[in-house]
């Protein structure tokens, strides 16, 4: 049965730490959230941050495309000093189905790796957070989080802690010959048709997803012709709409996850 999703939110206030991370917050029963980082700034002015999220096995919060039911993390550094930019950097998800929804979550203890650009100079970090927590019910919880950016030396414990995060990340795929080919769309069918041809790359660890996260793309389907991948559209979005626009693929194979992104096109016709 669907998850209820309970809209009610969680906000606490931390006072500033001056070590590598905030001290624990707790957003809902079980679950914690702080902020780590690596206490060093490189030389390129980028750091790395860590959301660490403390959580039961049963416990889920969201990939960047959640599915059906979920929300995905959003970071608000608006009132931070010396921070140009930041991007989570997403390690590849599990896909949770079941007969009434699909999502891309992350169970248990997690680390979402953020990489921050600071300008010279002293940079503070003042972010406010917000994520989907679900377990028997869902809520979308709110954490603030005071940390400064670079300590007298770097953290190691934190940076091996966002590093291993960092290692699950998918990375776009640059080397020849590449692992998918052509991406078709089957209108008829509500199916994109995946042409594979690197024989490692799992064909069940296929994710597809649009920019907008919409629509959901469903548990990919091995077909009888060889080198060909089937993966259900779902939702009530017309799958025309889908033709000439861009599809992000991320997958694992044994040297990791990796990421392509393809044009779908109509089928070729004889």
Request: aromatic content about 6%; glycine content about 6%.
């Given at each position: 049965m669907r998850l209820t999703i309970i809209l009610?939110?969680?906000?606490?206030?931390v006072a500033p730490a001056s070590a590598g991370e905030t001290p624990w917050q707790e957003v809902a029963p079980g679950v914690k959230l702080r902020l780590i980082s690596s206490g060093h700034i490189k030389a390129d002015?980028?750091?790395l941050l860590g959301l660490e999220i403390d959580m039961p096995e049963t416990s889920k919060t969201y990939w960047?495309?959640?599915?059906?039911?979920g929300l995905p993390t959003v970071l608000?550094?608006?009132?931070s000093t010396g921070v140009l930019g930041h991007e989570i950097v997403w390690p590849y998800p599990?896909?949770?189905?079941?007969?009434d929804y699909l999502d891309y979550v992350y169970l248990g203890p997690t680390v979402l790796p953020i990489e921050v650009t600071v300008?010279?100079?002293?940079?503070?970090?003042?972010?406010?957070a917000m994520l989907g927590i679900c377990s028997d019910i869902c809520l979308p919880a709110q954490a603030h989080f005071s940390l400064s950016l670079q300590d007298a030396a770097p953290d190691?414990?934190?940076?091996?802690?966002?590093?291993?995060?960092?290692?699950?990340a998918p990375i776009e795929w640059r080397d020849d010959p590449e692992p998918i080919g052509k991406v078709e769309l089957m209108a008829d069918d509500a199916m994109l048709a995946v042409y594979v041809s690197d024989p490692d790359l799992d064909p069940t660890s296929l994710i597809a997803a649009m920019a907008d996260g919409q629509p959901v793309f469903g548990t990919p389907q091995?077909?009888?012709e060889p080198n060909l991948v089937l993966i259900p559209i779902l939702g009530k979005r017309d799958a025309i709409d889908l033709e000439n626009q861009a599809v992000q693929l991320t997958f694992l194979t044994g040297m990791g996850a990796f990421e392509v992104t393809r044009t779908v096109t109509a089928p070729a016709t004889e």
């Amino acid at each position: 049965m669907r998850l209820t999703i309970i809209l009610s939110t969680i906000a606490l206030l931390v006072a500033p730490a001056s070590a590598g991370e905030t001290p624990w917050q707790e957003v809902a029963p079980g679950v914690k959230l702080r902020l780590i980082s690596s206490g060093h700034i490189k030389a390129d002015g980028t750091t790395l941050l860590g959301l660490e999220i403390d959580m039961p096995e049963t416990s889920k919060t969201y990939w960047r495309v959640p599915g059906d039911t979920g929300l995905p993390t959003v970071l608000d550094f608006a009132a931070s000093t010396g921070v140009l930019g930041h991007e989570i950097v997403w390690p590849y998800p599990t896909r949770q189905e079941t007969d009434d929804y699909l999502d891309y979550v992350y169970l248990g203890p997690t680390v979402l790796p953020i990489e921050v650009t600071v300008a010279p100079g002293e940079a503070y970090a003042e972010i406010d957070a917000m994520l989907g927590i679900c377990s028997d019910i869902c809520l979308p919880a709110q954490a603030h989080f005071s940390l400064s950016l670079q300590d007298a030396a770097p953290d190691r414990p934190n940076v091996l802690r966002i590093k291993q995060a960092l290692a699950m990340a998918p990375i776009e795929w640059r080397d020849d010959p590449e692992p998918i080919g052509k991406v078709e769309l089957m209108a008829d069918d509500a199916m994109l048709a995946v042409y594979v041809s690197d024989p490692d790359l799992d064909p069940t660890s296929l994710i597809a997803a649009m920019a907008d996260g919409q629509p959901v793309f469903g548990t990919p389907q091995k077909s009888p012709e060889p080198n060909l991948v089937l993966i259900p559209i779902l939702g009530k979005r017309d799958a025309i709409d889908l033709e000439n626009q861009a599809v992000q693929l991320t997958f694992l194979t044994g040297m990791g996850a990796f990421e392509v992104t393809r044009t779908v096109t109509a089928p070729a016709t004889e």
